[in-house]
């Protein structure tokens, strides 16, 4: 396989379908959308658990520990500068956690919490590859992903190349500015900000202080309206970003049509607190 040549066979029950990554771009099956979030999320561990260039461009390695089966894990969080909160929580931006002593990748953060856990560790060609992962939210598991073989045997010498029937994928997303991302929305959760960590009398669902600001989510959609990605832009407290997270990550989409066919999109949300607390919804 050379580098930057990938064939992708997937054989799932509602997602199936072949995708060949070449430098020319990426070439799927008639019919298959790129990949849903959770699967995403797995492949990635398995074959690049590093962080895309042009998601992590301007950010900065911080150091953090996270706690696992009673064991500290030591981190490193690619986080966006905040000068509005000074200890930003893990996993708020990608984040990779190893071994203690070692340079093991252990468990990756990210969305808000999303973690990624390597169960089971192998080596190939001097590498450790996880052969086992489960991705985790809230203390559920919502997916599961086992390698059952890696081979170079019948690796073919020349590059993949795509069939005369696959469809060329879009070189990017397009950027919906303004209000248009929401209004391409067809089911929408508002952030319950009174639930928030940082809300201190429940009585009132008032803050006491002058907590106010943005909280800013930028958000890549796939061609089917569900949200494949989630980056936190600007917030002004953890408490409330975290409820921001919550919310948007139900949101879902209608599908964005160019010349009669369904394309990833992108763009950010933008929510505002005032002193009262109260939520002023997207802003417009």
């Not at 979030?37 to 492949?43: D, F, P, R, S």
Request: aromatic share 8%; net charge negative; glycine share 10%.
């Amino acid at each position: 396989m050379a580098p930057g040549n990938e064939k992708r066979v997937f054989a799932f029950p509602d997602y199936q379908g072949t995708e060949i990554i070449t430098s020319d771009g990426v070439f799927r099956s008639a019919g298959l959308i790129s990949e849903p979030m959770t699967l995403a999320t797995i492949l990635n561990q398995f074959v690049n658990p590093m962080a895309e260039q042009d998601k992590a461009a301007g950010f900065k390695p911080t150091a953090r520990t996270l706690q696992l089966g009673g064991v500290t894990l030591p981190c490193i969080m690619l986080a966006k500068s905040n000068s509005r909160v000074a200890n930003q929580p893990i996993g708020f931006y990608p984040s990779w956690c190893t071994e203690p002593g070692k340079d093991t990748l252990r468990v990756f953060v990210d969305d808000g919490g999303v973690a990624v856990v390597r169960n089971g560790i192998s080596s190939f060609q001097g590498k450790d590859i996880p052969t086992d992962v489960s991705v985790t939210f809230g203390g559920n598991v919502i997916g599961t992903g086992r390698m059952e073989a890696i081979s170079l045997d019948g690796m073919p010498s020349a590059p993949f190349t795509p069939d005369r029937d696959m469809a060329k994928a879009p070189p990017k997303p397009v950027e919906l500015k303004g209000k248009k991302l929401e209004s391409q929305a067809a089911k929408h959760t508002d952030p319950d900000f009174t639930q928030a960590a940082g809300v201190r009398d429940q009585s009132t669902h008032n803050i006491n202080g002058s907590l106010q600001g943005d909280i800013e989510i930028r958000l890549w959609v796939g061609e089917d309206g569900q949200i494949r990605d989630m980056r936190l832009e600007s917030y002004p407290d953890p408490g409330v970003a975290q409820t921001a997270f919550d919310a948007v990550r139900r949101w879902t989409f209608q599908p964005l049509m160019v010349e009669g066919r369904a394309v990833p999109f992108t763009g950010t949300l933008d929510f505002e607190i005032n002193k009262g607390f109260e939520i002023q919804g997207v802003r417009r």
